[in-house]
């Protein structure tokens, strides 16, 4: 059988639907894919991305995408300008400004390939009038066009949106399928400490997101590691009576918790 959207864990079903009207050329010229953050939504896309414009897509003998053709490993790669990526980036929602910028960019014809993909991230952040814009896109899109719109709670779209794409659930997973996972991306032959405290605490903070799951397991007591390594400079420093050198240290620590400590 051919391996369909493999960089994909799980989500059997959503590979063989997307996969296969892909490869018939049935494909819809837009979709919502539906979870939670870390459910590998933006990984579906870009796969399927690439398997709409893979130059092997018919072609059996190859994956999909095949990943070796310039065109499709371009957009793997996060690299073509027929990817397009809108996002609400630092504001709160994604305004009308940037559909309309669609809009005027939709009949341009792709520069790698026949085909050209729009991901909307957040897409239930879109505004009321943002979503009634793009309305107008996604009725009659030109055919080279498909759309994907990621969002973490589909039913916040407007009916009308929802109407004009095919909705997608990302699978969540079960404790034992996330086990299987993260002992998957370990590396082979490192032991890793408190591994079995590690599981049970991405499996616990994931809700069933493989992505979340990874990032609880590899951050796994990185936050106390700084913070105590903090405390020791912020005494060292103390001890030689820099006070100001000192709670230069623990300010990150101060102004919004540990996340920003540790971003910084
Ligand atoms: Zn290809």
Known sequence: MREIFKPLFGNER???TLGEAIETGAASHAYILDGPKGSGKHTAATLAAAALACEHRTDEKYPLPCGVCPVCGRIIKGISADLIVVSKEDKASI?????RAIREDLYVTPNDSDKKVYV????????????????????????FVTF???????E???DTIKSRAVTLRMELFSPER????LSGISQPGKTVP???ERYESAIEGSNGSLGE????FTDFGSKDDNFSETIKQFSAMLVKGKTSDALEIITPYLSDGFETAKKS
């Open 194 to 196: 408190d591994l079995e």
């Open 213 to 216: 799951a990874k990032r609880i």
């Open 148 to 154: 994907f719109l990621l969002t973490e709670n589909a």
């Open 120 to 143: 909307i991230e957040d897409a239930d952040l879109m505004t009321a009038q943002a979503q009634n814009a793009l309305l107008i896109s996604l009725e009659e899109p030109p055919p």
């Open 14 to 16: 959503l590979k063989k």
């Open 156 to 158: 916040a779209l407007l």
């Open 95 to 99: 305004g009308v400004g940037k559909i």
């Open 178 to 181: 996330i086990k299987e996972f």
